[in-house]
């Protein structure tokens, strides 16, 4: 291990005596006053505050908050002293901070000090510090100035040291220990002695639009000091801010009073100030300038439309694309938004969650304005309610009605030598029939043709509403379709074709304003610091199985595993910081074991904090057995979902194995022994014993839905057997509480949590896109290495993959129909 250099071994023995010094200051008795500046207070004479000084000052004058903010600053300060009788009058000083990662960050910076007499530079530093956070509450940090011998003033080294606590939002306290290593200097007469400073921090809104602060400070000479100072936000403006200080300096008791505007807009803060002093030299004043990578509210910052490219929209990258639309949706500096939909592969569900986003945008007086390509019916649907909708002159809108495919494979697995072995209970529950029948049984087709007519309902419906015509018209449009670009203009389908090149000036002309692309990351805020609440969000996509997670990203198979998404959801349960849980289900469901994990977990959640299930295209089966124990259930109109029943069975390839000249011969022990053999079928008795075992599974799902929806069981058991609805039959039924997409359940979440809209996200468990990923991690690669695939071809292998992963032992919830309506 290398040796701690001694200045730094110094500096910690004298931090450890000057935090018990500072804490005499709470005590009765303590002197009442004291020098409350260091070696370089003139630098900032702002009245910052020391807990949060929110921006590259903070390495002048609390170095553990230099990572307190999300971005990058650059601050320079000037400023001419009120008291004259101190060893400077005028400072110039430059810093620059920003954060390596999520808990570390760095400041630099150069300060200039010129005496009263002749304005030469008499001191020049170099400042270099560094913070630490040790997770929402505690950071710690250092800085290490070197001052260069310039007129007169011997080489000096210093170090400040500081730890910072914030509990809550609310409630802050720094211990700072400055000029740790101040080797003996003498400045204008005066020994510089080594400090620590306590500062106490109160933020009564939550945020920075007032924050009120009481710090007080002894040096090795026992003299102490005190300082109460406050901010407030001014809207349209920035900050006011002021203080007053009680300190000795030499043998004088000095009062000074400082008071200032902090002008802001965007990015850039300009912040003027006067101060004052009682038995000093009259008046001074100062400017404190920064420029700020995270935009903070003020003077009306400068308008943007938000420009976003939307393409394969999955389970999510959906919820990434709702949330940057809500956060636009607050942002005040977003005026509307353009939004580009290419080669989605959005179902009607996926659309209606974004049709939501804009018309809620619209209500706020921020207009969409979407442009298409070749536009699928889903993509023509999402955007027909914006404000302006365009189309590329080469385009095509597919507008033809709500279509479905089912695939059996009956006949194929015949004539391969593969028995597909299954019993169910449940007329509707059709799962088994894909690997079973070569056409849909009378059920299946049944439930289907109702989910056609509520999806076709819907989608005549909404049109009508977004177009002007009537439902009529819009059939009749539906068996027209598809429309060339010019043919969608003339049936009023679009406003007007547009080359890609020319659409940002055509928006011009709506929005008056620049195009940017959207950041969430950068929206304007009041700056809340400390452990703030989050809402956690837990997505449980693709098909439910045992064990952890399975993720093939060369063929975009994703499967969640009930070790992984149950951990998810204990861990949010336990932290403290997540006030409200968020569970996406985009499933068919799977393993009856797996989905039961999973509601139990659930069910311990929400005895602690509110649990909010939000369905994407389909929460089926398993799917809809976890979204039961929440304490709410949000669904889109056109969301697949039920299908509460269970089946159990295998694959024989007896006749394929022996068709390929492979002789089996088996031996057993028990009666039952090699019931879950690959090389044989089920016998009566075993096919008879199985079907009393299911009885008692689907008998364990009933109770599960009945106790998280509040229903007697015979009413779950009329509404279940295999059967599914649409999201607005679900929600007649009493199956699904609300209709709204995942904006609308995140909002429920906060409005129960107590939580703002910038409270940020936690999203759980994280998933690789790529083979990349693996190495680097769920962010490390860019594409896709499923994009070759044919979008009908993934979700055949995801099934057929899946077959695999649940053995002749696993009873399954699984829904095997349309995995949404297009």
């Not at 500046?37 to 230099?66: D, K, L, R, Y």
């Not at 170090?159 to 939002?169: K, L, N, Q, S």
């Not at 452990?531 to 975009?556: S, Y």
């Amino acid at each position: 291990m290398r040796p701690v250099p001694s200045i730094l071994a110094r500096s910690t023995v004298s931090f450890c005596v000057t935090v018990l010094g500072a804490v005499s200051l709470l005590l009765p008795g303590s002197r009442a006053a004291a020098q409350l500046a260091s070696s370089i207070a003139p630098m900032t004479a702002f009245p910052v505050s020391i807990v949060n000084p929110e921006g590259a000052a903070s390495v002048a004058i609390n170095p553990a908050a230099i990572g307190s903010f999300d971005e990058w600053s650059l601050a320079y300060s000037h400023v001419d002293a009120a008291d004259r009788s101190a060893y400077s009058n005028r400072t110039d000083a430059a810093w620059f901070a920003g954060k390596l990662g999520k808990s570390l960050a760095l400041g630099t910076g150069a300060e200039f000090v010129r005496t009263r007499t002749d304005g030469v530079p008499s001191s020049n530093a170099f400042v270099l510090g560094g913070t630490v956070n040790m997770g929402p509450s505690w950071s710690w940090g250092a800085v290490y100035r070197m001052r260069s011998p310039r007129g007169g003033l011997p080489n000096a080294h210093s170090a400040d040291a500081a730890i910072t606590f914030r509990p809550a939002p609310t409630l802050g306290v720094s211990l700072i220990g400055r000029d740790l290593a101040a080797n003996d200097l003498f400045v204008g007469g005066l020994k510089l002695r080594r400090s620590g400073l306590l500062a106490l921090s109160a933020r009564p809104l939550g945020d920075d639009r007032v924050v009120l602060e009481l710090a007080g400070l002894v040096d090795q000479g026992k003299n102490t000091g005190a300082r109460l100072a406050g901010q407030a936000y001014i809207p349209w403006v920035g900050r006011l801010a002021a203080a007053g200080e009680f300190q000795e300096v030499g043998n004088r008791e000095v009062w000074t009073f400082t008071a200032g505007v902090d002008l802001r807009w965007g990015g850039l803060s300009v912040a003027p100030a006067a101060h004052g002093a009682k038995n000093g030299d009259g008046m001074g004043w100062s400017v404190l300038a920064d420029v700020h990578g995270q935009p903070r509210l003020g003077m009306p910052a400068p308008r943007y439309v938000a420009k976003i490219a939307m393409s394969e929209l999955g389970p999510r990258s959906l919820l990434s694309l709702i949330r940057s639309l809500e956060l636009a949706l607050h942002d005040p500096r977003i005026t509307g938004v353009i939004l580009e939909p290419s080669n989605t592969a959005a179902g009607l569900a996926t659309a209606q969650e974004v049709r939501l986003m804009i018309t809620a945008l619209q209500g706020a007086g921020k207009p969409v304005y979407c442009h298409l390509e070749a536009a699928t019916g889903s993509e023509f649907y999402l955007c027909a309610g914006a404000q302006r909708v365009s189309i590329d002159p080469a385009g095509l809108v597919r507008l033809m009605g709500v279509s479905t495919d089912s695939l059996y494979f009956g006949e194929l697995l015949r004539d391969a030598g593969v028995r597909a072995d299954f019993v169910r209970i449940g007329r509707y529950k059709s799962a088994p029939e894909q690997y079973t029948n070569n056409a849909s049984s009378e059920g299946a087709r049944e439930e289907r043709t109702q989910l056609l007519d509520d999806a076709y309902a819907r989608l005549v419906y909404d049109l009508a509403r977004d177009t002007s015509l009537s439902e009529t018209e819009i059939k009749s449009l539906f068996d027209r379709g598809p429309f060339l670009p010019r043919e969608a203009v003339t049936a009023k389908l679009v406003d007007s074709e547009i080359d890609a090149h020319d659409l940002e000036r055509d928006a011009q002309e709506l929005y008056g304003a620049r195009m940017i692309t959207l950041d969430q990351g950068k929206r304007a805020s009041h700056g809340r610091v400390g452990p703030t609440g989050q809402i956690g969000v837990v997505v449980i996509d693709g098909a439910i199985v045992d064990g952890d997670n399975v993720d093939v990203p060369f063929l975009d198979i994703h499967l969640s595993g009930a070790r992984t998404v149950v951990n998810a959801i204990d861990r949010m349960t336990e932290n403290p910081r997540i006030r409200a849980i968020v569970l996406r289900v985009d499933s068919p469901g799977g393993a009856v074991m797996a989905s039961d994990q999973i509601w139990r977990a659930v069910k311990r959640a929400r005895a602690k904090k509110p649990v909010i299930a939000s369905m994407g295209d389909v929460a089926a089966s398993g799917g809809y057995y976890v979204a039961a124990g929440a304490n709410e259930i949000w669904a889109s109109p056109s969301t697949i979902t039920g299908s509460i029943g269970i089946f159990y069975g295998k694959v024989d390839i007896a006749p394929l194995a022996q068709r390929f000249g492979v002789s089996i011969e088996s031996d057993k022990r028990g009666a039952h022994a090699g019931a879950d053999s690959m090389f044989r079928p089920f016998t009566d008795e075993e096919r008879a014993s199985l079907v009393e075992k299911l009885r008692l599974w689907y008998r364990q799902f009933l109770e599960r839905v009945a106790e998280g929806r509040s229903l007697p069981i015979e009413r779950v058991d009329a509404l279940a057997r295999g059967r599914v609805y649409s999201g607005d039959t679900a929600q007649t039924l009493g199956l699904v509480d609300s209709l709204g997409g995942f904006a609308s359940a995140l909002a429920r979440a906060r409005e129960l949590a107590g939580l703002p809209v910038e409270a940020d996200l936690v999203v759980m468990p994280q998933r690789p896109k790529n083979l990349l990923d693996y190495v680097m991690g769920p962010n490390g690669g860019q594409n896709d290495a499923a994009a070759l695939l044919p979008a009908a071809l993934k979700p055949m292998l995801s099934q057929l993959y899946l077959l695999t992963q649940v053995s002749a032992t696993t009873p399954v919830a699984l829904y095997e129909g349309p995995m949404g309506i297009r």
